[in-house]
């Protein structure tokens, strides 16, 4: 049996060096090879687009005033949202993930929704597994009626926190998707300011 193997030029190769095709008569296939130069270009883009992702992830956002202090910190949950006011006025926003199905408030233990309505910043964790954390004080009294109503337990536990331990180096990147158990999370870079300027006892508002 004849056996041909050849390669057959889509252009002058001259003038066209990224494309040739194989012809392999006894196989019966043609397979189209890309020159090492394309995947090669594909890899450093690929490898650009991967390096772009990661320093935004950890870029560093403007620095809240020193010594700033918020009196009331209020969560737009629709825009994913965390704002700290002073006296009326805006000190600073951040981009924050949310409970898993975060529209609708927290009705009950397990539904992965994050609250809704005026809250207390109570007290604080420095030794959270989210790297620190604010508590917000839910269930409130409303909630503990709603819940009874309903047969259900409020839930509890609901914070203002880090990343979790160990996966700090994730950056802004875990605002990809809502994904905590109803708190809400900032970057533990983020965290750390807001730990700094909310006192206990600060008003929390989160809206729907």
Not at 51 to 71: F, T, Y
């Given at each position: ?9 889509m ?35 690929l ?36 704002d ?25 233990q ?8 005026q ?90």
């Open positions: 049996m004849l056996d041909i193997i050849g390669v057959i030029p252009e002058n190769t001259k003038d066209r060096k990224d494309t040739d095709v194989c012809v392999d008569v006894k196989g019966g296939a043609v397979n189209v090879r890309r020159h090492r130069s394309v995947k090669r270009i594909g890899l450093i883009a490898g650009v687009a991967v390096a772009g992702l990661a320093a935004w992830s950890r870029w560093p956002m403007p620095l809240l005033p020193p010594g700033a202090k918020a009196d009331l910190v209020v969560v737009r949950k629709a825009a994913h949202r965390l700290l006011y002073q006296g009326g006025a805006l000190l600073k926003s951040y981009a924050v993930s949310l409970g898993r199905h975060p529209i609708g408030p927290k009705q009950q397990g539904d992965g929704k994050t609250p809704e309505g809250y207390i910043l109570d007290y604080r964790k420095p030794d959270s597994s989210f790297y620190r954390a604010l508590h917000v004080s839910y269930p409130a009294a409303q909630d503990l009626t709603a819940a009874r109503a309903r047969g259900v337990d409020p839930g509890g536990l609901v914070m203002v926190h880090g990343m979790k331990n160990g996966l700090g180096w994730l950056g802004r990147l875990h605002l990809a998707l809502d994904w905590t158990d109803g708190c809400v999370a900032l970057t533990n870079r983020e965290m750390d300011e807001v730990w700094r300027a909310v006192p206990d006892g600060t008003r929390i508002i989160l809206e729907p």
